[in-house]
């Protein structure tokens, strides 16, 4: 496949989604010509990235005391109906597989749009005794959601790819502990390794996951002030566990229900949010625990003696970094730059006849877009400083352009400015249980944006209702989402 | 969930179906009630095995040049269409979608049972022109088969796990020579890495791939004389790129056909493999590099002081071998014994006070079912050296089994003796052309057995094929098979 050499056309912040069109085409993340609607194909640029994100997490909940599971794709129509919020919820999203060959099969399955119906009901056969908990599952897994708002590379189609754990526990405090707990490992990922800031919200009654008692669920702001969902965690209703008759024989000897929680971090969509959250207007920028590749080295003449010192240095550093040489004679050395420079390449080496009598590298690092001219006998020392300093200069950019972003808002006309100017508006809110769904719908018809919750740790104090004017019960966060 | 503490109650050797099955529930592998038929749950002590064969093969084929991707699930009927061979062999093994929601889709859409006209249809996009070739694919993917057949955990499920290449290039010379690599992928794997012995076998004419040329295979033999196909690789038929229009413009300027490669270890079936050829009548053993853990350190009473030097050990040999520390008080030390051997583990540390004082731990190695005394100074040394052996050990066991196992048959009696006596029959054939077919029918309504293939590099002569008494073209093999 021909690479593109062309650059990205527009500016991020003037035509952001025009933008991220362009360098998922154009880095090749994704081809979305694919012949079945939502459905996209992952090209390896995409893929490296996030083959990284998913040993990342999965190292981490090992550490905490999640097993890795494997259940299948397709999930019984019954299973689905036993929870009836949970149906509701998902029923109008779902694929249903209903033949074998030519066979009518006696009941549909569906394609798992998430996996708590299959996940309970062997919790069921394997949790007896309050010896067994907590129970800490995981599995890495394809899901599917025939979703009928418009599909978007990497923010939402209708196969995408996750982490869902499921756990199970003797009590709600301790499922409670276990979402603080996936919290955490949402910050430690997210922001600490990727670089993405996020707050994090206890959606209201009216938006939470179906057949869950309490979501939280962390919100990345878009250059074009839309924020994304990222990992969201559940405290799952007894609801749940009585349907699957999820239960266990407590000290006291006597049968109780068991509290569940589930977390769902979407590996595709923390993609998209590092490509939006970092890339700039010559295109991708990766922190290097993400960065498919690490270094590039251009020898920028087809000769003998660069190509074996290209070699050379990818053997020296073949461990500690993933290394590329460019070796297409097609481009002219200009053409290369500007194609890594796209594709977001943490650190290029320019290797020509002078580099190679001098002993000194010409070095450009993509985190600060600038050259820096290191001692050959350095480059590893340097890679290692890079490959600290890379995320932590893109987190600090990140931080500082979400920060201020977040705004107070005393009436809708001072949301209307504060979301057009692409903030998120804090206000008054009477209710985020089910009496403060009719203000937010006044949000959405309004404003054209969504209550995104309430904090949990709320600093800030509010009078009222930013819509109705009654007795504010709570600070909530409002902003448009895809 | 409790662990279950009780031992195989069968003979491999004597019951191996029956070993299997108990070997599959009490080591805790896969649980089988779930409600989908032929569909399973894979436990945590398989899937951290089977996740260290993907890393493995993914790090390989990437060595190897293949660039990973992400393609969908779905598959559109119309795509299974375009080649007719292809759809003859797959259709009647589809599960369909064909409903989103409530809504009647379009067109079907399979569940992929494997993916060359997923990938086809992308491949006549992206390449272009000579300089685009080789170009060298995979993906890490699930699958599914509605297969009539009865299933079998690991070995035939209606899902599995599996990494599927698929490569094209400019001549056919090239592509055979990928074929040839992709042997040699499945050596280093198979037995290098995970002990298996096998033969590789180019398939008769009547059980190649559907839409394939030449199709190839690597087939294990189980204790119970049956052998089971491990990574098969092939080379596409032309009527495929034509089919696709997967063409390039050459050197020459013509617009030609490209060829095609696959390539697709099952990674649930090579697990079967290792489960199969390396257990005994205990239960599992594993090679290091494909166990899921490789040490447990047990404690043999509740005491603060043998904790803590656990936890010590265990920190000490943390970076280089997995550990699991038992504190299960409900189990006495020799139920500790016997579930850690039934799992496999390659290394058990026994530790008690007496240990404790002489500074001299107790080993007892899975590979030889042998107690070493090595000095605690010298347990990382130890344990090195054991991460060698104990591959290959079992390996060697394992090719010691293996051999002698093939025998030449001159008639079909000597063939079913051969085969009752849980063997491989060597025997002239006919052909492995169309022509032959009749012959293999022959073998398999009086011997129940199939004709798998020949070596590519034959030594053996026979005069005659081994049924009709013509000329006999072919040296074969003929075995039982799953």
Redesign the interface.
Known sequence: ??KNTKGISVKKNENFSEWFSEIVQKAELA?L????KG??????WS??S??KMYDYLEKILKKKGH??????????ES?LKKESTHVKGF????????????TKLSE??A?RPTSET?FY??FA?????Y??LP?RTYQRA?V?R?DTKATRPFLRSR?F?WIETHCVFATEEDAMKQVGEDIETSKEVLHDIYGLPFMIFERPAWDKFPGASRTFAADVLNPDGKVIQQPSTHLISQEFSKAFNVSFRDRDGKEKYAFMTCYGPSISRIFASVVITHGDDKGLRFPWASAPKHVTIVPIENNEELTKKAETLKREIGDFAEVVIDLDW?KTPGEKFNYWEMKGIPVRIDLGMKELKSKKLSAFRRDLNKKEIIREKELMKYLKKVSVESGENLRKEADKTFSGKIKNAKNISEMKKILEEGGIARCGFCSVEKEGVKCAEVVEKEVGAEVRGTLLDEKTRAEKCVICGKKSEKVVYVAKAY
Request: hydrophobic residues 45%.
């Open positions: 496949m021909k081809d010509r694919y012949n079945v459905f996209l194909v992952f090209q390896p893929v490296l996030m083959e097993n890795p599971y494997f259940f299948p794709t397709l999930i019984p299973n029923a109008p999203e779902v694929f249903w597989v209903s033949e074998g060959s030519d549909r399955l394609l299959a009901q062997m056969l394997w949790i007896r005794s010896k067994d129970f394809n599917f025939y196969e790819h097609n």
